[in-house]
């Protein structure tokens, strides 16, 4: 058999289609191939920590619906410190003639079994890293002493499983990937945005939701809830006390867009004051003290610079659930400090600066942000940028993203040449990436590929909400921001076709 045919950093056609186990005898550039396996439907066996077991479960009962595919991992090492573990899942038959890259959450360490399912029995090829280093998902302890690590981690392993998977699926099938498609969330959102500014001619369509871009800032943002609720005991809410915080911003906000649904459509409008709550006498569930409403006045205000004012990062919008941000600061920035900034696993938050460490973070920590709103070149690839984020998302503020889309605006000189390649869709009373009580449920892959492939932008998308039992209780149209769903003022609000795409009136 003629050598297998395999480019480094460049793709071209190869001459004929190469069987699975053969690949394993590829050459590419800085990479070993360690399996190449065909696999029979319904037989792949996930492997084990890689979920938790109450997820786990459920998934190995869905892995038992895979069809036939061709598997093959690699490890590649750019660097004489790198380790970076890709897969690569390719249909046995019914290609769609797409390749899938997909994103990983917090600080990666694995690959996204579950997100190579769904792109598999969607029919596309698809690849993920375990973004240079094994660990779980809140864990950076990778990043101390390891600088080539940290840039792997920050945009290198996403480009080079890219490359290489392209390689790959090219050798397998014989013949060229029609059109490459990124999706991630979180951390993966940061890495669809890091993929269209360092390497805009990597993929053609690109879904970015609630991106983690401005990671740096992020890791303050996350931090600063903590600050504002326990660093004085006096602010510190009760359980019991956030309930009444949203049933009094959904009193305030709900029916300004003419619907009471439990839904704030438009959180730029609503303006909710927690004076509101402030106690009249004494302390009571049913009220804040002077110390509480303070604590959420700074949290719906975020994180800001003492000294200057400057915005370090957005608050959470009015709506979001403030108790799943509140309380001891989680794993994913507590690392960041520990191992990434300060180098010092003793390190205590409440420690914190949020002058002069932001400063650091900026000098020292840069390589892991994507913020650069010149997408220029990737707009001139023909590329196509779909951006999402739920308006109660507690964990990345969505305003972050509002903030990114209206600098590529700017950037890129207008609202029109803007909106022939990226379009920002947010979604009320959604949460981080998914879940909450809004229309969390829609075809983003199909939005992509109709813009892509046959020029038609998405105008709306429709989205669904679904009960526990899996059944669809409402729909809605979601709208290229700045445009908000407006209720036409009859029929069920619970139907998509009763409402219009209409210019918010923030």
């Known amino acids: 058999m003629a050598e297998l045919f395999a480019a480094a950093g460049l793709l071209a056609t190869p001459l004929y289609a190469a069987s699975c186990e053969k690949l394993k005898e590829l050459p590419v550039a800085d990479t070993v191939i360690t399996l190449a396996q065909s696999v029979a439907a319904a037989k792949f066996e996930l492997p084990d920590g890689i979920l938790p077991e109450g997820t786990a479960a459920k998934a190995r009962q869905a892995f038992g619906k895979l069809p036939a595919f061709c598997r093959v991992a690699a490890t590649i090492r750019p660097t004489k410190d790198s380790d970076i ?6 249909p046995i038959s019914g290609w769609n003639g797409r390749f899938m890259g997909l994103g990983n959450g917090g600080w990666g360490g694995s690959i996204a079994y579950p997100a190579l399912f769904t792109a598999l029995g969607q029919g596309f090829a698809a690849a993920s890293t375990d973004t240079g280093h094994t660990g779980k998902s809140g864990d950076a302890s990778f990043a101390l002493g390891h600088p080539e690590k940290l840039i792997d981690f920050g945009y290198r392993s996403v480009h080079l499983m890219s490359m290489n998977a392209k390689t790959i699926i090219a050798n397998f099938y014989g013949k060229p990937i029609r059109y490459s498609y990124w999706d991630g969330c979180s951390t ?5 945005l890091t993929e269209a500014q360092r390497y805009p001619d990597d993929y053609d369509g690109i879904v970015a939701g609630a991106p983690a871009n401005f990671f740096t800032h992020l890791m303050f943002g996350n931090i600063w809830p903590a600050i504002a609720t326990l660093k ?7 359980d019991e006390k956030y309930a009444v915080i949203h049933q009094a911003v959904m009193k305030a906000c709900d029916a300004l867009d003419g619907v009471e649904d439990g839904i704030i459509n438009d959180p730029e409008q609503c303006h909710f004051n927690p004076e509101t709550l402030a106690c009249k006498g004494p302390d009571g569930p049913e009220c804040l003290t002077p110390p509480q409403v303070r604590a959420v006045r700074q949290i719906y205000a975020g994180v800001k610079n003492s000294r200057t004012g400057e915005q370090i990062f957005p608050g959470l919008e009015p709506g979001s659930p403030l108790e799943q941000a509140t309380g001891a600061p989680p794993d994913h920035p507590l690392n960041f400090f520990r191992y990434v900034l ?21 000098q020292t920590a840069a390589v ?16 196509k940028l779909i951006l999402y984020h739920g308006w109660s998302d507690p964990h990345i503020s969505p305003m972050n993203t509002v903030n990114y889309y209206e600098s590529v605006v700017t ?15 947010m979604v009320p009373n959604m949460g981080h990436c998914q879940g909450g009580t809004g229309p969390d449920e829609f075809d983003k892959i199909g939005a992509i590929e109709e813009w892509v492939e046959h020029h038609v932008a998405p ?3 429709i989205a669904s909400h679904q ?7 409402m729909t809605r149209p979601l709208c290229p921001y700045p445009q908000v769903a407006n209720w036409k003022g009859s029929g069920s609000t619970n139907e998509a076709a009763n409402f219009t795409c209409v210019h918010s009136a923030k």
Not at 352 to 362: E, G, H, M, P, Q
Not at 369 to 379: C, V
């Open 411 to 425: 950037a890129v000189g207008g609202a029109a040449p803007t909106d022939d390649f990226v379009r920002l869709f």
């Open 368 to 383: 892991l942000n994507a913020t650069d709103p010149d997408l220029k070149a990737f707009q001139a690839h023909g590329g």
């Open 85 to 90: 573990k890709i897969e690569v899942w390719m």
């Open 459 to 461: 105008d709306k998308i």
């Open 467 to 473: 009960t526990r039992d899996g059944v669809t209780d």
């Open 342 to 362: 300060f180098r010092n696993p003793d390190w205590k938050w409440q420690t914190l600066n949020f002058d002069s460490d932001v400063t650091l973070a900026d």
């Open 232 to 238: 004085d005991p006096a602010a510190n809410i009760p």
């Open 188 to 192: 993966g959102g940061k890495q669809a």
